[in-house]
């Protein structure tokens, strides 16, 4: 493995480009990326570049055109793969912190390391909601529910104290958008845990019927408004809507488009 800083600028601002292999497109050498974000854990790196790939097919790009494994079971990446590794790393770590700033910058957008992590974060936990919206309507469906529309609803009015048409109109959102299209990540995630908790107090309890499943997704969204007044002081319905999710998935595709043309034009870093 190359014991090297990739990401330290001050100590060699061309280290990162040196290291590419040059194969028609440059690419990185798992070791040399395990190195630079300082993972020492294959098992570790093995579930960031997991979640890498998952934010690759989120975004509809192939993951094998970015994700090279190699006959050892190893990978190389290319520069947006590195990226994304970058962006989904520990960030307490400050090798992914600093990799984090050099691709924010790489991608020469005007947004911060933070907004490029946060955004992949978004994309991420919005999937995670579709599947787990998924799963409860069949959950719910199972035990009984008939008017799911109704049953959607109380598990938004426990959580934000108000009802789905009345939270659209507080967010402001138009008509043609989906709530959780416009969810940060922070609500996004509270979400999440309301709907997968929704669905385990359902099968653990046996809970049957319209009624008692309304009552039950209520009770639910209210622990969940509970918890986020308790530790963060944040009523649900007062966190302002994020970017569009749509607009969100278009820039990340851009920024794979920009980081593609550094290598098609021969481009250093900055």
Not at 68 to 89: E, K, S, V
Not at 194 to 206: C, P
């Amino acid at each position: 493995m190359t014991e090297i800083s990739l990401f330290h600028f001050e100590e060699d601002r061309q280290c990162f480009e040196d290291l590419a292999i040059k194969n028609g497109a440059n690419l990185w050498e798992q070791s040399d990326v395990m190195s630079a974000l300082d993972y020492r854990s294959e098992e570790a790196f093995r579930k960031l570049v997991m979640k890498a790939m998952q934010a690759c097919l989120t975004l509809g790009i192939p993951t094998e055109d970015n994700f090279h494994r190699q006959a050892d079971g190893t990978y190389r990446f290319t520069r947006f793969a590195c990226y994304l590794l970058a962006m989904n790393g520990d960030p307490k770590k400050l090798q992914v912190a600093a990799a984090q700033l050099y691709f924010a910058v790489l991608a020469e957008t005007f947004h911060t390391a933070l907004e490029h992590s946060d955004a992949i974060d978004r994309v991420l936990i919005r999937d995670e909601v579709s599947e787990g919206e998924k799963s409860l309507s069949s959950t719910a469906s199972r035990h009984g529910v008939e008017n799911y529309p109704f049953f959607q609803n109380a598990g938004y009015r426990g959580m934000y104290n108000m009802n789905l048409s009345k939270l659209r109109e507080r967010k402001g959102l138009k008509p043609t958008e989906k709530l959780i299209d416009r969810m940060g990540k922070e609500e996004l995630a509270a979400h999440l845990f309301r709907i997968t908790q929704t669905a385990a107090k359902i099968r653990n309890e046996g809970v049957q019927g319209q009624r008692l499943l309304e009552d039950a997704a209520e009770k639910v969204g209210k622990q969940v408004r509970k918890s986020m007044l308790e530790i963060s002081g944040a009523k649900p319905e007062d966190l302002p809507p994020a970017e569009p999710i749509k607009d969100v998935k278009k820039r990340l595709k851009q920024t794979d488009k920009q980081l593609r043309n550094i290598d098609k034009d021969g481009k250093k870093k900055p």
